[in-house]
């Protein structure tokens, strides 16, 4: 019986051990390092979302209402949504 080796699904981050709330917090923070300018509009959004519930794995499905119901601009939530896959890449290994 041969082995296949497959890489974890990302979106389950309970399953991988990881805590998705740290993931998230993560996240926003290599936004941040990215572009320092948005450091406020980014720690605002951090606090609506974890305020909100959220983890890393439910932002990609929040729609820009969602967004605009927590008082996250338009701006800040395309880059929330745009760039996750980038970070899974680049700091998580994810090809």
Known sequence: MAVVATKPDF?????????????LIAYISW?????????????????SLLEEGHIFKTIENL???????MNIKSGTAMQLR??????????LNYA
Do not use: W
């Open 11 to 23: 979106s389950d981050s309970f399953a991988e051990g990881h805590d998705p709330v740290e993931r």
């Open 31 to 47: 936004l941040i390092a990215k572009s320092p300018m948005q450091a406020f509009a980014m720690c605002c959004a951090k606090e």
């Open 63 to 69: 729609s820009n209402a969602d967004f605009l119901e």
């Open 82 to 91: 745009d760039y996750i896959e980038l970070f899974k890449t680049k700091m």
